[in-house]
């Protein structure tokens, strides 16, 4: 069990985790971007190809926390284009141009290798590239296509994301720029709180995982149960009582079983929990109610 903060404690970390990494953690993030941007752009195979490389998750959404600062990559096609879980397509008929998704993640590893070696292609998504100390963080780069999701309520009729499929051929969607477009909304309507609470949380989940009170969790997970907060729930006291606010609005819905089902990630597309998700419900119910005794919130 998690040791319990005292009080000044808990007010000095929050104070301390109020902000994101600094100037010299984001410039070292940022050269990441720079040289996967770089190696792609160098690779033969990808001249006059459209091809798009940027920084996603935590790094972008400004919720990385110290210590937990590696930056994912998404390195996209958009030749081509898949939608609806279906084949490939490009202005109307089915594509049947060269780039398959053991093409793309062949010529991907390819680019990094030649720029980086030393380049880890055994992982099911991504491709790591490890850290050098005091020039770059050790960074995940996935190779992925372009994704569309046709939907009548959408502005201009559909959403666009990205497909990525791993070595053993299952397939993910993500949602990057509505998880973007929609924390920057939700953080504004939260006088900038919103972000503030998650790196908190992502920052006792460290802790817990450190002390072994918890199994390791994806950062973006925090970032999932904060998203469902209201946001009134956030403007009520000072900083330190949003945390604690926020915290107990997850658990009041953790612990319905009709509005857990309802909890979606920061894209509004996907659900919280179901298969094949890389948590639980009990994932969350232990990061919530550790952290909550962690934090020393009583009750």
Same mark, same amino acid.
């Given at each position: ?13 929050? $104070? ?11 410039? #070292?993030?940022?050269?990441?971007? !720079?040289?996967?941007? @770089? ?5 033969? %195979? ?7 490389? *940027? ?11 110290? !210590? &937990? $600062?590696?930056? &994912? ?17 490009? @202005? !109307?008929?089915?594509?049947?141009? $060269?780039?398959?998704?053991? +093409? ?6 390819? %680019? ?13 998504? %991504?491709?790591? +590239?490890? *850290? ?10 996935? /190779?992925?296509?372009? =994704? ?5 309520? @959408?502005?201009?009729?559909? =959403? *666009?994301?990205?497909? +990525? ?16 477009a929609n924390g920057r909304a939700k953080n504004t309507a939260t006088h900038q709180r919103y972000k503030f609470v998650v790196r908190v949380l992502k920052n006792v989940e460290n802790d817990l995982t450190a002390e072994g009170v918890i199994e390791a969790l994806p950062s973006y997970f925090s970032e999932c149960l ?5 946001? /009134? ?10 945390? #604690? ?5 997850? =658990? ?15 894209? *509004? ?5 179901? $298969? ?7 994932? %969350? ?11 020393? =919130?009583?009750?």
């Amino acid at each position: 069990m998690a040791r319990q903060l005292t009080t000044y404690e808990r007010l000095a970390l929050i $104070s301390k985790w109020k902000s994101p990494p600094g100037p010299s953690e984001e410039r #070292r993030l940022k050269r990441a971007e !720079g040289m996967v941007r @770089a190696a792609i752009d160098q690779h033969a %195979a990808f001249h006059d190809v459209n091809i798009h490389v *940027e920084a996603k998750g935590s790094y972008p959404n400004n919720t990385n926390v110290r !210590g &937990d $600062s590696d930056v &994912d990559i998404k390195v996209q096609l958009n030749e081509c284009f898949y939608y609806d879980g279906q084949v490939p397509i490009l @202005a !109307g008929p089915d594509y049947t141009g $060269s780039w398959t998704k053991d +093409v793309l993640r062949r010529e991907v590893y390819a %680019a990094l290798d030649a720029s980086f070696g030393n380049v880890e292609s055994g992982h099911n998504i %991504a491709f790591y +590239v490890p *850290e050098v100390p005091g020039s770059r963080p050790s960074t995940d780069v996935v /190779p992925c296509f372009k =994704y569309v999701l046709y939907d009548g309520a @959408a502005p201009g009729g559909k =959403y *666009e994301g990205s497909v +990525v499929f791993g070595r053993d051929g299952k397939k993910i969607v993500n949602w990057p720029e509505l998880q973007f477009a929609n924390g920057r909304a939700k953080n504004t309507a939260t006088h900038q709180r919103y972000k503030f609470v998650v790196r908190v949380l992502k920052n006792v989940e460290n802790d817990l995982t450190a002390e072994g009170v918890i199994e390791a969790l994806p950062s973006y997970f925090s970032e999932c149960l904060i998203y469902n907060v209201p946001n /009134p729930v956030f403007l009520n006291g000072d900083l330190d009582d949003a945390v #604690r606010a926020s915290l107990a609005e997850v =658990y009041r819905q953790l612990d319905s079983a009709t509005e857990r089902q309802l909890m979606q990630e920061p894209n *509004e597309i996907k659900m919280l929990f179901g $298969s094949e998700r890389k948590w639980s419900e009990q994932d %969350a119910l232990d990061l919530i109610l550790h952290g909550w005794r962690y934090l020393n =919130y009583g009750g």
